[in-house]
């Protein structure tokens, strides 16, 4: 299956840490990362007051089942120190699946693809890097959405997909 995961850090070494991240997806069973959108550095969403993330989308093809990649995920959250203690507070990674072929999940511990990625600038613009007219699987096609009004500014080139 091909999916797209949505990355973002705004504690610490912010760059490190996605790097770091990618690294560790790429040692699970059953992931294999393909590409790394540029790094994009945005004003946080919703929460407290807090640090500008960076963000990147990853595509990964995997044999994994939904629920098992997002297992997987949390393990590298864990990781990476990751804690859930503010509800959209700061997190030294965070990581989304977006979306997972065609594939529509809605249950109590997975919603792809993702219910907000059409309203943050911070998952679109990477993912149309990656993915120049993605079509969700209700029909709906995010070069028809509008984009966000948040800023988001280039900082870096992909990640290092590890051989």
Known sequence: ??????????????????????DLLSTEAGIRVQRCSRVWETDPVGGPEQDDFLNVVLEIDTDLTPHDLL?????????????????????????????????????????????????????????????????LPDGTRLMDVRLPDQPARLAFPPLSIPA
């Open 1 to 22: 299956m091909q999916a797209f995961l949505g990355l973002g850090s705004n504690m610490g070494s912010r760059l490190e840490a996605l790097q770091r991240a990618l």
């Open 71 to 135: 297992a997987a995920c949390n393990r590298v959250e864990a990781q990476l120190g990751r804690t859930r203690d503010v509800h959209w507070g700061p997190r030294t990674i965070d990581i989304d699946i977006l979306l997972i072929d065609d594939l529509t999940i809605a249950d109590g511990s997975l919603t792809v693809p993702h219910p907000r990625m059409h309203e943050r600038a911070f998952v679109l613009l990477p993912l149309l890097e990656l993915l120049p007219d993605p079509v």
